[in-house]
Each structure stands twice: as C-alpha cells, then as structure tokens.
T-cell receptor, first 114, second 115 residues
Framework: GDSVTQMEGPVTLSEEAFLTINCTYT??????LFWYVQYPGEGLQLLLK?????DKGSNKGFEATYRKETTSFHLEKGSVQVSDSAVYFC?????????????FGKGTKLTVNP | GAGVSQSPRYKVAKRGQDVALRCDPI?????LFWYQQALGQGPEFLTY????????KSGLPSDRFFAERPEGSVSTLKIQRTQQEDSAVYLC?????????????FGSGTQLSVL
C-alpha cells in the first residue's frame, strides 16, 4: 500500500546550519506531497506542498522538490533558526474509492540550539 | 472560530469506560477528518465527513469506534469500552472544500490515556 518513510530523528542543529530531512514515498501514480509541521503545544500546520512531478513547494525559507525518479520529497532549509524547532511530517495524498486521505510518515523531531 | 477546537485537551479513562471527544471545526468548513496519532508515530486516518455525511470510515479500528457530525458542523468521536491500545492523541482537522489540495487545518488534539 501507499506509505511514507522519513529519516529518523531526533535531529539537533546549531542556529544557521543547513537542514535536510529526507522523505521517500511508495504509491501508485503520482500523489500530491506535503510537509506538515507541529510546533510544541500546537496543532499540525501545512508547511508546503507539491502537486505534480518537478514542482517545488516553498514556505518560510523551507523548500522541497517532488522527484518522481527517486520518489522523494526531501525538506531543506539553508539556515535554521531556534524557532524552527518542531516535529516535521512528510505526507502523501491517497485517493481511493471517492475519498481522499493523508498518509503520514512517523515524523522527525528537529531541535535548533542557539 | 479562529481555528479548530478540540475538547477535552486531556482525557484519562479506566479500561472499559466509554469516552466522547469533541471537535469544533472552523465555521463553514465542509470537510472534517479524524486522525489517531500513537506515541512516536505519524497521524493515521480514521474517518471523513463531508458536511453531515460520513463518506469514509475505513480507518476506524473496530466497531467500538463511532463518529458523527449530525448538523454538519461539530463532530464527536466516541469510543466504547476503551482498551489500553486506544491510548493516543486524537486529531481533528477541517478544510473549506472537499479536496486536500485546499489547506487543511488541524486542532491541537485530545490526548487519551486508558489505564
């Protein structure tokens, strides 16, 4: 079935370091792909998305490119801040029987130290 | 309201008790979803409503789980005869239309602990 695999955390970086969180997926066809972020004590928020191959989603300095050749959607940021500390979830949109649902990875916890 | 509101924020239940979890979606949002997030895992789909119609309940783990949205706004997830494996954070989310390509808004969740 459809699934998402993320790099395991936790990830600890110093402020201004470069961030990569790997995400690969298994799916039939070319699903829309998403990154969600969960800040401490808050609900999941959509960070960025890409709906077709070669699309690049971007938001708040984060980027991810939909690579169908490698079935990947890696999240990157050139210079992280303490405020980026959160749990990041990669997800794909699965369509089945007239219904749609998000399939999430297990999440990667990021801690950024000053 | 300003966002998706869920109550209670925390719920402790003894094994065998029934619980009811409430979700107030953003006013006017057509779609409403329930997800279950076990510790250290990503959210897993439970069920989906479009207005008052429950279009997909394929993710409900057993017949002890029941969800309703009778007037197309507030939704309740009910778990009967709770078991320890039901311990998780239950997330509610809503969106304006019926497509995930629209922005999905999540609540902060209800953390259920079954003792």
């Amino acid at each position: 079935g459809d699934s998402v695999t993320q790099m395991e955390g936790p990830v600890t970086l110093s402020e201004e370091a470069f961030l990569t969180i790997n995400c690969t997926y298994t799916a039939t066809g070319y699903p829309s792909l998403f990154w969600y972020v969960q800040y401490p004590g808050e609900g999941l928020q959509l960070l960025l998305k890409a709906t077709k191959a070669d699309d690049k989603g971007s938001n708040k300095g984060f980027e991810a490119t939909y690579r169908k050749e490698t079935t990947s959607f890696h999240l990157e940021k050139g210079s992280v801040q303490v405020s980026d500390s959160a749990v990041y979830f990669c997800a794909l949109l699965k369509s089945q029987g007239g219904s749609e649902k998000l399939v999430f990875g297990k999440g990667t916890k990021l801690t950024v130290n000053p | 309201g300003a966002g998706v509101s869920q109550s209670p924020r925390y719920k402790v239940a003894k094994r065998g008790q029934d619980v009811a979890l409430r979700c107030d979606p953003i006013s006017g949002h057509v779609s409403l979803f329930w997800y279950q997030q076990a510790l250290g895992q990503g959210p897993e789909f439970l069920t989906y409503f479009q207005n008052e119609a429950q279009l997909d309940k394929s993710g409900l783990p057993s017949d002890r789980f029941f969800a309703e949205r009778p007037e197309g706004s507030v939704s309740t997830l009910k778990i009967q005869r709770t078991q320890q494996e039901d311990s998780a954070v239950y997330l509610c989310a809503s969106s304006l239309w019926d497509s995930y390509n629209e922005k999905l808004f999540f609540g902060s969740g209800t953390q259920l602990s079954v003792l």
